[in-house]
């Protein structure tokens, strides 16, 4: 339709995406994996249960099994500390 016989570098890491694309036959010449450094440290644990689940990462990723997916852990929150006591300022007294 748009006359897209070939994409140089696919950036993805769906392989949905990949299959969709190859399967209307236009060719996909390079699969770039995502590095590490780039995913920011709260994606871990979706980038993570993606791999596990067939996401392709090519050899950022590699070796991701069920006890690596269970170590995986995301952002802490500290939803009992108080952060600020101080009286909201918007409030209108009478």
């Known amino acids: 339709f748009l006359g897209v016989t070939k994409i140089h570098n696919f950036i993805s ?7 969709a694309i190859v399967n209307t036959g ?23 249960a993606k791999v596990f689940h067939g996401y392709n990462a090519g050899n950022a990723y590699k070796g991701i099994d069920e006890n690596e997916l269970k170590k995986t852990v995301g ?20």
Do not use: C, F, G, H
Request: overall charge negative.
């Open 75 to 94: 952002r802490e929150y500290n939803y009992d500390k108080v952060v600020d006591e101080e009286e909201p300022k918007n409030v209108i007294k009478e």
């Open 26 to 48: 236009i060719k996909i010449v390079n699969r770039i994996e995502i590095p590490k450094e780039l995913v920011p440290d709260d994606a871990q644990v979706e980038i993570t």
């Open 13 to 19: 890491m769906s392989d949905m995406k990949y299959n």
